[in-house]
C-alpha cells in the first residue's frame, strides 16, 4: 500500500516547552489510525500539523510527497476540528453549494452524502441553528465532499447520539472502503471506535522543561 502521510522526527515547541518531540508516524493508503493519549499530550496538534493549520518546529511533515500547507495537499485533505468551518449565517444547502464550487466538485455528492447521514431533512436551516451533532454532520459531509485521500477528525464521536455515531460509521466503514486513510483522537477511556482493524498510536505527554 502506498504511504500516504508521513512524520518524520516532528517536533512542536509552544515557547520553552515541548509539545511533541521527534514524533513518527508513516499512514498508508486505507489504514485508520487512532491517536489516543491523555488531556495535553499533542493529539489536536498532530492533526493541526497533518492538516496545515500550524507548522512543526522541526522534522517534516508530507501528505502524498507534499508539504501539508501546500494547494496540492489540500485537495487530498478533508479535515473536522472542534471549531466549525461552515458558515453560521448559510443554510446547510448554502454552505455545501459553496464549498462544492470551491472544490469544483458537483452537488451530488453532497446531496447523497446528506440523504445518508439525514441532513437532508435539515437543508433550509441555518448551520448555526443546527444542535451540536447535526452541526457535526454537516462538517463531516463538507470534509467528504472532495474526496479526500486522508481524513483527519478530531474526537468524533464526542456529542453524537447512537443514530449520530451510526451514521458517522456508516459514512466512515465507506471512507475506508474507497482507499481513505483515517486519522482521528481519541481521550484515553473512550469506547467507540472506527473499526477493529485499526491502528491505535498512543501519546504520551511530554515532561515539562
Ligand atoms: N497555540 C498554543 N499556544 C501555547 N500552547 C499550546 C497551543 N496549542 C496547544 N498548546 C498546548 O499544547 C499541549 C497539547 O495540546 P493539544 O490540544 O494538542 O492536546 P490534546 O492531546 O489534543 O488534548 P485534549 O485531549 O485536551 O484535547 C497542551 O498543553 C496545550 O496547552
Redesign the pocket.
Known amino acids: 500500500m502506498k504511504e500516504i502521510l508521513v512524520f518524520n522526527k516532528v517536533s512542536k515547541r509552544?515557547?520553552d516547552r515541548y509539545?511533541l518531540k521527534d514524533f513518527d508516524m508513516v499512514v498508508e493508503e486505507g489504514e485508520v489510525i487512532r491517536l489516543e493519549?491523555?488531556?495535553?499530550?499533542?493529539?489536536?496538534?498532530?492533526l493541526k500539523i497533518a492538516s496545515g493549520i500550524e507548522r512543526p518546529s522541526s522534522g517534516e511533515v508530507l501528505v502524498d510527497g507534499e508539504p501539508p500547507w501546500s494547494l496540492n495537499a489540500k485537495r487530498k485533505l478533508g479535515v473536522v476540528m472542534h471549531f466549525n468551518m461552515t458558515y453560521d449565517e448559510l443554510t446547510v444547502r448554502e454552505n455545501l453549494e459553496l464549498f462544492s464550487k470551491l472544490y469544483g466538485v458537483s452537488m451530488e455528492r453532497a446531496t447523497r452524502l446528506c440523504k445518508e447521514v439525514g441532513l437532508d431533512k435539515r437543508s433550509m436551516q441555518k448551520a448555526m441553528e443546527l444542535s451540536f451533532g447535526w452541526r457535526k454532520r454537516l462538517e463531516l459531509v463538507r470534509a467528504l465532499l472532495h474526496s479526500p485521500k486522508v481524513l483527519l477528525l478530531d474526537?468524533p464521536f464526542v456529542g453524537l447520539d447512537a443514530p449520530g455515531k451510526e451514521a458517522l460509521l456508516n459514512l466512515l466503514k465507506e471512507e475506508v472502503e474507497r482507499g481513505t486513510a483515517i486519522i482521528y483522537?481519541a481521550?484515553v477511556g473512550q469506547l467507540d471506535r472506527v473499526t477493529e482493524g485499526e491502528r491505535v498510536v498512543t501519546?504520551v505527554s511530554q515532561p515539562s522543561q
Do not use: C
Not at 493519549?37 to 498532530?46: A, E, F, V
Open positions: 509552544y515557547l509539545v493519549g491523555p488531556n495535553g499530550s499533542g493529539k489536536t496538534t498532530i474526537e483522537t481521550p501519546l
